[in-house]
């Protein structure tokens, strides 16, 4: 009897639960929620600003964007659908349900633009406001655990995002260890995964369209060239910025192009 109360409680607060992430959520057309100028100041000048909102996830057509809560700085990396400029947005809060108002179109002019776009989530009472920063290149983010141990290599969750509209895995993600060669310029990343006997082991991975391997470099581009692999590079959703990124041990950084049939 016990047991059947038990199941009971659990089915109840599930249903609450799957309730509460509807209540929350909220989806709309980016074309439908650009305002002008004096509908943005009328909408901030009524409202107190909340910096404590928890926005838990917005996507842009299915795609997460990432979150960097500190800065509040949404970032889009453009995936080439006709869709692209007017994506379908959802967005979730974890503890109320808010509107939301975006200060521009997107077009060609706004990529890689820092300021050029403004997102603000508001309700009756309160708003915050987000950069938004659109971008060509695909992310690529490590996120360090508080507890994570201060030595040579760093424990870390690497997430990576191919935008490539023919990549045919969009979200990857690997356990993976960070070296830091030169603070802010270089870093290397070597991909491992638990065996069943729960045994480190490497992960070899094919990641934007390159061949696979289990150790990729990062070095920081201060300009690019053509035929090299880019990424956006974020560690703790903490932009770093624009990233070569290729095979580690290797002279150079390996063109996407020449391993991108092998792959696709």
């Not at 080439?80 to 379908?88: A, I, M």
């Not at 956006?232 to 903490?238: E, G, M, P, R, S």
Request: charged fraction near 25%; include cysteine.
């Amino acid at each position: 009897m016990k047991k059947k109360w038990l199941l009971q409680i659990l089915l109840v607060l599930a249903v609450l639960l799957v309730i509460c992430l509807l209540l929350f959520r909220a989806s709309t057309k980016y074309n439908h929620v650009v305002v002008n100028t004096e509908e943005w100041n009328e909408l901030q000048s009524s409202k107190t600003l909340d910096t404590n909102m928890d926005l838990q996830k917005i996507t842009f057509n299915d795609n997460s964007l990432l979150i960097d809560s500190q800065n509040s700085t949404l970032y889009y990396s453009v995936v080439d659908y006709s869709s692209k400029y007017n994506p379908s947005i959802a967005y979730t809060f974890a503890n109320a349900k808010y509107k939301i108002a975006i200060s521009g179109e997107l077009n060609d002019e706004v990529i890689e633009k820092t300021n050029a776009i403004k997102v603000m989530f508001y309700n009756t009472d309160s708003y915050k406001i987000y950069n938004l920063v659109v971008t060509n290149y695909p992310l690529l983010n490590v996120q360090i655990k508080d507890n994570a141990p201060q030595k040579k290599k760093i424990p870390v969750e690497l997430e990576v995002f191919d935008n490539h509209v023919n990549s045919p895995r969009r979200l990857t993600k690997s356990a993976a260890d960070l070296q830091i060669k030169k603070q802010n310029e270089e870093y290397t990343l070597s991909l491992k995964k638990e065996s069943l006997g729960r045994n480190e082991r490497e992960n070899p991975l094919s990641l934007f369209g390159l061949e696979k391997r289990d150790a990729y470099v990062l070095k920081a581009a201060k300009t690019t060239n053509e035929g090299e692999r880019y990424v956006q590079f974020f560690i703790n959703n903490q932009y770093l910025g624009l990233y070569s990124f290729g095979f580690k041990n290797e002279g150079s950084v390996n063109p996407y192009e020449r391993n991108r049939e092998n792959n696709r």
